[in-house]
């Protein structure tokens, strides 16, 4: 990720009045001990929870105590979540299909017609997608129908079928 693109994501997250810029803070560091401890008093186990695999076309954004952490999103490959205050969400990179429902568009000339139609998309940033927006892929959905019977909607039927 570019360090204006990463730039431009933590002033999307802003500073409400209670931010500073400690980080995590106290609190937060005890609970980070506490966390490493438990993973090192239980050694052999512990591997098993706590490193994560994602494969090529994928990406994981980990948040630590609900902040995501520094450098963006993780992968492909290993990688090291700390039980209890990390949690990870896996984006897919691969180009998605969706299928747009049949949508009833009033044209220019008053005719209405029935339309459907297919988009393919695909996430460019991991981390803008999962913290911009709560459901990347119904909002790519919605927005696809509204674009389609607003820009239809201005066509004339010999427009639309030519």
């Known amino acids: 990720m570019k360090n204006s693109e990463m730039d431009d994501l933590m002033d999307f997250q802003g500073k409400g009045a209670d931010d500073t810029d400690e980080g ?3 609190c937060g560091w005890i609970l980070t001990a506490i966390s490493w401890l438990i993973v090192i008093v ?4 512990s591997l098993c ?8 076309y994928e990406r994981a954004v980990i948040f630590r105590l609900g902040r995501l952490l520094q450098g963006g999103s ?3 490959g290993i990688f090291f ?9 896996k984006v897919d990179l ?3 299909t969706l299928d747009v429902p049949p949508q009833e568009v ?5 005719v209405t017609v ?6 393919y998309y695909r996430v460019s940033n991991a981390t803008i997608s999962v913290a911009n927006v709560e459901n990347a892929h119904h909002s790519t959905r919605l927005l696809a129908q509204t674009t389609l019977r607003n820009i239809l909607g201005t066509k004339n039927l010999h427009e639309i079928l030519s």
């Open 81 to 89: 979540v700390l039980p209890c205050i990390e949690t990870y969400q």
């Open 49 to 56: 929870v706590c490193f994560k695999v994602v494969q090529e």
């Open 114 to 119: 029935s339309v459907d139609a297919v988009v």
């Open 94 to 96: 691969r180009t998605i």
């Open 106 to 110: 009033l044209t220019r000339d008053s």
């Open 24 to 26: 995590i803070g106290m």
């Open 74 to 76: 993780k992968g492909p």
């Open 42 to 45: 239980t050694l052999p186990f």
